[in-house]
């Protein structure tokens, strides 16, 4: 198993555990902060655990041919999951503050950073996972 379908896999096992806890807290009566750890939450499961398990589970499930063997870990796969874990993490730091703090221009540059970050590690992951995907033939035209 590579070290980075590893580091995928445990980080998106620290996001469940993170986001369970928070939707256990925000069951707590009298957490007057549940409503703004909802979309926190959710970031945490659908980003943090299961798009990372996905990503983790693909790039070891589908390995690199033959003659990629010899660099067992691509750059982009280590950029995937380095962009997608820093736009989360200033997601969760940000997020709350948005109905709090109205117009700020410091959450709304935090989130944007988030934002492309996040879709950056979307698309470093696509090049790396798509030759990994074509039929043989092809693979030995390009």
Same mark, same amino acid.
């Given at each position: 198993? !590579?070290?980075?379908?590893?580091?995928?896999?445990?980080?998106?096992?620290?996001?469940?555990?993170?986001?369970?806890?928070?939707?256990?807290? +925000?069951?707590? !009566?009298?957490?007057?902060?549940?409503?703004?750890?909802?979309?926190?939450?959710?970031?945490?499961?659908?980003?943090?655990?299961? %798009?990372?398990?996905?990503?983790?589970?693909?790039?070891?499930? @589908?390995?690199?041919?033959?003659?990629?063997?010899?660099?067992?870990? +691509?750059?982009?796969?280590?950029?995937? @999951?380095?962009?997608?874990?820093?736009?989360?993490?200033?997601?969760?730091?940000?997020?709350? @503050?948005?109905?709090?703090?109205?117009?700020?221009? =410091?959450? %709304?540059?935090?989130?944007?950073? =988030?934002?492309?970050?996040?879709?950056?590690?979307?698309?470093?992951?696509?090049?790396?996972?798509?030759?990994?995907?074509?039929?043989?033939?092809?693979?030995?035209? =390009?």
């Amino acid at each position: 198993m !590579p070290k980075v379908t590893r580091w995928f896999i445990k980080a998106g096992i620290l996001y469940f555990i993170a986001g369970v806890v928070l939707a256990l807290l +925000s069951e707590v !009566p009298g957490v007057k902060a549940a409503p703004l750890l909802l979309p926190v939450y959710w970031h945490m499961l659908v980003m943090g655990w299961i %798009t990372q398990v996905i990503m983790g589970v693909s790039i070891w499930m @589908f390995p690199r041919k033959h003659r990629d063997r010899k660099k067992r870990e +691509s750059l982009l796969t280590w950029l995937a @999951f380095w962009f997608l874990n820093t736009g989360l993490i200033l997601r969760f730091l940000a997020e709350p @503050f948005i109905p709090v703090i109205q117009q700020s221009t =410091s959450i %709304t540059v935090v989130i944007l950073l =988030s934002s492309i970050l996040q879709v950056l590690a979307i698309v470093f992951y696509i090049a790396e996972i798509w030759p990994r995907l074509m039929q043989d033939k092809k693979r030995k035209r =390009s």
